[in-house]
């Protein structure tokens, strides 16, 4: 799940929640590939955006393809891959 998240400051990223505690928020910066420590205090706003994946790209694919996203995307994030 994605999020769009803006600071008080101005700053707006477009990111994945990678952990949270009471005070911080870790999340992964879409745009720059990187992460990124928020004190929880300087979010202005959070909001849930769903997938990024773009809507439809499923239904052009062929089974084969299809069956690759779904191997790529279950092994990311693993260690050696």
């Known amino acids: 799940m994605s999020y769009e998240l803006t600071t008080k ?3 707006t990223y477009q990111a994945y929640i990678l952990r949270e505690d ?10 720059r ?3 990124v420590r928020l004190r929880k205090d300087t979010i202005a706003k959070k909001t ?22 779904i191997r790529y995307l279950a092994s ?3 260690a050696g891959q």
């Open 9 to 11: 400051s101005g700053d």
């Open 48 to 69: 849930q955006r769903g997938s990024v994946m773009p809507p439809g790209l499923a239904d052009t694919l062929t089974r084969a393809e299809f069956r690759d996203l």
């Open 76 to 78: 990311t994030g693993h």
């Open 33 to 35: 590939d990187a992460e």
């Open 22 to 31: 009471a005070g911080e928020l870790v999340i992964r910066d879409l745009a």
